[in-house]
């Protein structure tokens, strides 16, 4: 008898272990394979976001605003004194003495020289050069004994309270200049100094044999910073906007080598660009006055446009 309960005891907890092991497995199976499905899923929307994240193309965007800007001209000029005058002698004759050196300041009638005459009828008497205008001795050309002549400066004064820069302006720009205009000047020696001017004369005629015309365009120089022979870059200011709306020239497309455009991209909302098509006026720089087809305050595509259409999604980087 009691080899029968034991052996049915026995029996009782085999069959109750083979029931944990199997739910335990089937635990196991089924963590299993919601790790699995898990993975799949997280990687299908890691792979969807990655997609996404790459249609959104990285861009930086500029705020449209309202500023100045100006049409100019731009040329290369010599500078020389507001007057320069070569004195020279009526008469022949050795130079004696010059009474003024270089950089001397001399008034209109100064002796400038003394010239032992030539002439035997009154050899004796020295002949008096005079300068024709208050102003600096700029230049001595000759050395004492040197041999003057009527043909043959003498010395060179310049005078007046500006510096001078003659240009040649096409006939094409010369309708666009007028006197008054102002001028801006750089020259070499001071790259951060604006020297500024304006037109002091304008040429009726045009050259035939160059087809330009000499325009003069005066410049303070109280400071005597300027000095006659400097080389220096000039732009005259032919037009003036004021409170226009203004964009950097590069946040600019053009199409078909140019012949189409320009265009923009602006952001409206949080990541959609709209194309615009653009009418522009004038340009200074490396700024763009826009008639048409901006607002004030919109956000303007610029780093990244390249490769964008109108309705893309992008991700603005910095604003």
């Known amino acids: 008898m009691s ?26 199976a ?9 993975r799949v899923l997280q990687s299908k929307l890691f792979a969807e976001k990655k997609g996404e994240e790459v249609k959104r193309d ?26 320069e005058v070569n004195v020279h002698s009526v008469v022949t004759g050795k130079v004696i003495r010059y009474n003024y050196s270089e950089g001397d300041r001399v008034w209109k009638g100064s002796t400038l ?29 000759l050395d004492k004994g040197e041999l003057a002549t009527p043909q043959t400066p003498i010395t060179m004064v310049v005078g007046g309270k500006g510096i001078k820069v003659a240009i040649k302006v096409t006939d094409i720009e010369l309708g666009m200049i007028k006197k008054g205009m102002k001028s801006e000047l750089r ?8 020297f500024i001017g304006e037109v002091s004369k304008v040429s009726p005629v045009i050259r035939r044999e160059t087809r330009t015309a000499p325009v003069e365009i005066l410049f303070e120089n109280r400071d005597r910073m300027l000095l006659s022979g400097m080389f220096g870059d000039i732009r005259i200011v032919v037009e003036t906007k004021e ?3 203004v964009v950097p020239y590069d946040a600019l497309l053009f199409e078909k080598e140019g012949k189409v455009g320009p265009y923009c991209f602006v952001l409206e909302g949080e990541k959609i660009v709209k194309k615009r098509n653009l009418k522009i006026g004038m340009i200074e720089g ?10 004030f305050g919109d956000l303007v595509i610029d780093l990244g446009k390249e490769s964008l259409k109108d309705g893309d999604e992008v991700v603005v980087v910095d604003k």
């Open 243 to 245: 409170n226009v709306i």
């Open 187 to 194: 020259v070499p020696p001071f790259p951060n100094k604006l």
């Open 113 to 141: 020289a003394l010239l032992e005459r030539t002439e035997t009828w009154d050899e004796f008497k020295p002949v008096v050069v005079e300068s024709p205008i208050s102003g600096i001795i700029a230049i001595n050309y």
């Open 30 to 38: 089924v963590l299993f394979v919601g790790l699995i499905v898990s």
């Open 3 to 28: 080899f029968f309960v034991f052996s049915l005891w026995r029996k009782t907890l085999e069959n109750r272990t083979k029931k944990i092991v199997f739910i335990v497995v089937a635990i196991i």
């Open 58 to 83: 990285p861009v930086t965007v500029v705020k449209v605003g309202k500023n100045t800007i100006r049409k100019t001209l731009f040329y290369t000029g010599d500078l020389h004194a507001e007057r």
């Open 286 to 295: 490396e700024s763009v006055e826009v008639v048409e087809g901006l607002m």
